[in-house]
Structures are given as structure tokens and as C-alpha cells.
């Protein structure tokens, strides 16, 4: 059905005259004639009576009115729902749990007028084939993996160094420990079955091991993070990697330790990636706020990944 035929008859309803319609629609009384008419073969129907003093709506045209009406309301919520600003802003936070969700919680306190759809994507590849086709409006993700480059018109800023710990069970040697260098965890298991080959998270650690001379074991499954609690609660020899900036709660009776690492700190480098081409004003609003917090680059005594530099 023709929208602008539809919003023609409408008009005429609502004046009770085609050239009254005509001089609010910016077209020829002609025009408006032609619209009405074919809108009533379209139907089938009469929608008007023509008098002398105008139009008057048949039987047929009052039972079209409203659902007319609805019509032109629902295209016009149609064409909001997408209008720059008007849709919410998609985020892919990568884990519910990971600290990018407490970057877009912060966000949110700060612009509580800003709506979010915040999504959880698997891999950076998917994200960012998510990015060029318009799917979410941006992600957070550590860039560049080995051998990989980010597509033309992607965009990155890094906005968060997240430091690391180490995670251990009241058994552990280290568990009383106040620090830990990380040359010292060199022959200790580090147990991170999450980390699935291909992942960024996944060459992140892989890059440290090589780096230190850690042993990070990946044998799974990965039964969630609950499970991984339980098993190093109750492990002399196991550990993992978490963060303070991670929200967890632990199970109670678990006497669990998270444990500082030095010499050096490493640290889990996150950045904001979105398309250059995006129009959405609240885009610009969640880079400025998170630009603030941008890490440096300089030897502040942490690491990362050559390439994440």
C-alpha cells in the first residue's frame, strides 16, 4: 500500500477538502486526486462522498480512518527507532563479568539518559565483522593480535590497562604471600581453560607465558567461572589470573586470595574499537568519556604484548 496515498487521504479527512489537502501537502489539487483514486483501487471502495462544499467520507472510508492513522504512526516510529540518537547504543562488552562491563556501567551512571543494549560477542573477529556490518555500534577488545590488522574505517582507543593477579586457594605457596614477581610463578601451574585457541585473550596470554616462562594450562572444559573458583579453593597447586576490576562473589567458606604481581605488573590492555563511518551521537559521548582514562604508552613498571603497545 502506498504510504503517501494513505497520508493523502488522511489529509483530505481531516480538511474535508482536496484543495485545502493539497495546500498542506504541497501538491496540485490534481495530484491529490489522482492519490485518492488510486488508493480506491487499490481497496476496492469509496472512501469519499464529493459535494459541492468538498469531501465527505463514506461508510468504508470511516472504518479506514483509524487504521490510516495507525498506519502513518507506525511508520513514523519505523523511521525514529533508527533516527541518529533515537535507537539505543550497542556495545559489545565481550563478558558480563569482564571489567568493559564495569567501563559501560560507568557510562551509564554518568549519562543515564544515553540508552544501551549491551551485547556479549565471542572473539574479536566476530566483532569486528559485527563493527563493518553495522550490527553493534562499537566493542571492547585488545588489538592487534599477531598477525592481524584492523579492517579500514575501524577505529581504536585504548582506554583501559587492566592490572593483573594472581588467584590462588588458601593452599597454595604463594596464597600468603603479599606480593608475587612474575619471574616467580615460572614451574607453577596457571589454570585458564577459558582461553580457546584464536581468541585475543588467548594469544594475550600465550604472549606472556613466552615472555616469563609460565606455564598457562588450557585444558577445559570451561565450566564458567564458579567452577574454576571451586577447583582452586580446594588446589595446593593450581592459580589463575583475575582482577580486582572482575566482579565476583566468592563462594562462601572459600578463603580465597588475589594476590598482587610486580616486577612487572602485567596488564590486560583494553580498547574501545567502532566504525569511523558511525553517525550515532552517543558514540562520540562514550569516546569522551572513557578518553580521560586512556592508558599511557611510556616503562610505568607494567606489560603488555609488543603488539598491543
Do not use: C
Request: charged share 20%; glycine share 8%; proline share 8%.
Amino acid at each position: 500500500m502506498d504510504l503517501n496515498a494513505v497520508r493523502t487521504f488522511v489529509a483530505v479527512a481531516e480538511s474535508g477538502q482536496f484543495q485545502k489537502a493539497a495546500a498542506d501537502l504541497s501538491l496540485t489539487q490534481q495530484a491529490v486526486s489522482k492519490r485518492v483514486a488510486a488508493l480506491e483501487d487499490d481497496l476496492g471502495v469509496r472512501l469519499f462522498a464529493r459535494t459541492p462544499r468538498g469531501a465527505r467520507l463514506t461508510i468504508d472510508g470511516q472504518a479506514f480512518l483509524p487504521h490510516a492513522r495507525a498506519l502513518l504512526l507506525a511508520e513514523e516510529r519505523a523511521a525514529a527507532s533508527v533516527r541518529p540518537g533515537r535507537r539505543a547504543l550497542r556495545v559489545d562488552v565481550v563478558g558480563r563479568r569482564a571489567a568493559t562491563a564495569g567501563l559501560v556501567r560507568d557510562f551509564h551512571r554518568a549519562h543515564p539518559d544515553v540508552e544501551l543494549d549491551v551485547v556479549t560477542l565471542y572473539g574479536a573477529d566476530a566483532a569486528v565483522e559485527a563493527l563493518a556490518a553495522g550490527t553493534i555500534d562499537a566493542t571492547f577488545r585488545a588489538v592487534t593480535m599477531p598477525g592481524r590488522r584492523l579492517p579500514e574505517g575501524i577505529r581504536a582507543l585504548p582506554v583501559l590497562d587492566e592490572p593483573l593477579r594472581l588467584f590462588t586457594g588458601p593452599a597454595h605457596p604463594f596464597a600468603a604471600a603479599e606480593a608475587v614477581a612474575l619471574a616467580d610463578l615460572a614451574g607453577h601451574r596457571i589454570w585458564m581453560p577459558s582461553n580457546a585457541p584464536g581468541t585475543e585473550w588467548a594469544a594475550y596470554y600465550d604472549a606472556l607465558a613466552a615472555a616469563f616462562g609460565l606455564t598457562i594450562d588450557t585444558i577445559g572444559p570451561d565450566f564458567g567461572v564458579e567452577a574454576l573458583l571451586d577447583t582452586i579453593a580446594d588446589s595446593a597447586t593450581l592459580a589463575t589470573f583475575l582482577s580486582e576490576r572482575t566482579p565476583l562473589v566468592w563462594p562462601v567458606g572459600h578463603d580465597m586470595r588475589l594476590i598482587p604481581l610486580r616486577d612487572p605488573t602485567p596488564v590486560y590492555p583494553h580498547s574501545l574499537l567502532w566504525h569511523a563511518d558511525n553517525p550515532h551521537p552517543a558514540l562520540a559521548a562514550l569516546r569522551g568519556h572513557l578518553a580521560p582514562a586512556r592508558p599511557g604508552e611510556g616503562d610505568d613498571g607494567t606489560w603488555r604484548p609488543e603488539w598491543a603497545r
